[in-house]
């Protein structure tokens, strides 16, 4: 049963990682990041039946930490929209010096 | 003064000096006054100070207005300046009375505060009251006193006048603290601070770049010296622990006679002492430093702070007595530099050169008499020459004058120094005239005035010393007396040489000029008459003991002989028991024969002829007005040049360091390490530039390179 859920598990990131790094649509790339994470909480339920509890309570950590990352990320996301009229990710570079 | 001397010493016997113990009177109300009247004269300078210096940058003339409507800060000076050094003199005074009748023979060290411990190594603010500062305070307070009065006179129409009265109060302080300081340390401030104002009063008038240029060359050779004097403490320190006077003669038992250390610290010592009191070859500073107001000349330049460096050895004379090399390198010097400064001085036509040239074979002179163990001698002659010298240069600060004022009414550019211009002068300012002949023929060493006794009394030591039983190189020592006795007769030479160019023969000034040539003001001759007082009488308080039955010392007229040999017995005592030990009894007849009676007789019939002869010979002479005069030619070319002394240091001294210090800015810094440093930072600008080239901005970039990332960690984690 482990090694079905740790295949998906592992299906579910390739895809994210896959869009984080195809997709130049910043809200696409969002999805795709939740995507990743999910897939990591698949692999923590996975193993929380082998090993104990604790898989299970960092499930609860990492939504918390998404949900958090969500709103700053819209956030931030919509600022951008506002300045540029655009979200995507190519028609500006503010991230260096 | 000395009438005021002469007239303490005849009451020696009063009830006062019966008392036993020397109670000293204020003694550092002396050192005080000066520093206060400093402080107040500086803040007229500064209150005065914006006006005063745009003056001086502007060529000097400022308008003060006429003498009664001038503002405060050019009239007050007048009263401070001379009147903290009256008070300072009258104390000085009050002191030396009490001191009179009492045998003193240990120092009163007054101490007020420590200045610094370290360890167990302490210096206090400390005054030494003994006979030898006490003598060094009466010549600065006294012929400082009345040199203040003449600048009063002298510097009243000038626009730094309340700054040039802070200068000189200001080095009136110094100067006591270095007679005073009862240790090396103490002297070494006043060393230092002397040779400040030297530097300050040279260069007083600043925006004239060549009297700028000899202020700091002043500073700068001074600083050659003061290397020596740091040296020698050192090797005192290492020595004694302390660098106070009293511990440290106390230690000097110890020392071994003529060994390398005594010899060595006496050596470093003589070299400050060649620097500040202007012996070959540190000498070039003088002649130049008389583009400093007149005044100062006489004050800095000749009576007081060139002599510190004889006071240096009279005080430190255990030291000296103690090495044979050191003594004979002190008494070599001053007397090589005694003959050779007056070969100059027979060429010179600044009437100031003349008399710096003079100083300087002058204080040679001290130098003999402190290095063949004569301390009192030489310490005598200082004071003498501090009477005559300050005469000759107050005298030729009053002719200065009368000049720069007969040249300013034709707005003639003349030079009011050349005594080529000058002549006949007599007939236009005959006080003046008077009281230099006095001191000329006191320099020249006529009799009885005071420069026979003191001078002669060096010549005849010199003689005495290498005559001594077990002396060292007598030979060296008889070589010295004869240059002595020859430099003495180009002293009467030149000194009568400027006075028949200045006073004598028809006027060269020009016929218009020569109307506006005044006699000085009384506030300018009164000081030259009573050091003319001093330069007659200032010689009988030491009248020899073999001279004072005979016809030069009166048949025996005078109260005393020797008095200042006496008096100044407990500083000198301890060399003496030294010299007597190692070199036995001195001679009592020169190398060829002859007693000292008859050696004086001699020596003063022979400076009578050559001022007579001078007087004839330059007489007859041709003079013309510097600007018509032919350039020198011959020996008399390379003495007018000054022997090309100060090209040679130019060229073999000067030059090279410039050069090596232009090496070591334009090689040494500026390329290799300043190269050094940029480079480190262009390498650096340049690397971030490079690193700086990842950094796109843009989120797929670092999406992507941090997806990579991840998985080589993993790559290699796993594989």
Sequence with gaps: ?97 | MTALLTAALAQGGSPAAESGAFEPFLPGLIVLLPLLGFLANGALALAHGRDSANAVRAGGELDLGERGSRPLTHTLPSWIGPGVLGVAFVITLVNFTRMLGVELAEPVVVSYWTWMATGTFTVDAALQLDQLSFLMMMIVTGVGFLIHLFSVGYMQDDAGYPRYFAFLNLFVFFMLVLVMGASYALMFVGWEGVGLCSYLLIGFWFSDKEKADAGKKAFIVNRIGDFGFLVAMFLLYTTFGTLDFVPVFDGTETLVYGGGLVTAITLFFFLGAAGKSAQIPLYVWLPDAMAGPTPVSALIHAATMVTAGVYLVARSSVLFALSPVGGATVAGVGVLTALFAATIALQQHDIKKVLAYSTVSQLGYMFVGVGVGAYAAGVFHLMTHAFFKALLFLGSGAVIHSMHHAYHHTHSHEDAQDMRNMGGLKAHMPITWITMWIATLAIAGIWPLAGFFSKDEIIWQAAAFGGAETAPYPLLYSLYWAMALVAAMLTAFYMTRMMVMTFHGANRTGTEEAKHLHEAPAIMWVPLAVLAVGSVFGGWINVPEALRTSVLGFGGALPMSEWLHHWLEPITARAHEVQLEHLGEVAHAAPIGGGEVAWAIISTVAALAVVVAAFRVVGAQKVVPAAQSPAPTGFAKVLYNKYYVDEHYDRFIVRPILGASRFCWKVIDATIIDGTVNAVGWIAKGLGWGVSMFQTGSVNTYAFILTLGVLVILGVSIF
Excluded: P
């Design chain 1, 1 to 97: 049963m482990i090694n079905e859920a740790l295949v998906l598990s592992a299906i579910i990131f390739v895809i994210g990682t896959f869009g984080v790094l195809v997709r130049r649509n910043a809200i696409i790339m969002f999805l795709c990041i939740e995507l990743q994470l999910n897939a990591v909480n698949v692999a923590f339920v996975a193993f929380a039946n082998l090993y104990g509890i604790e898989g299970q309570i960092f499930v609860f950590f990492v939504m918390t930490v998404a949900a958090a990352e969500a709103a700053v990320g819209l956030a931030i996301i919509i600022s951008i929209f506002r300045h540029y009229e655009t979200v995507d990710v190519g028609s500006f570079n503010l991230l260096k010096w």
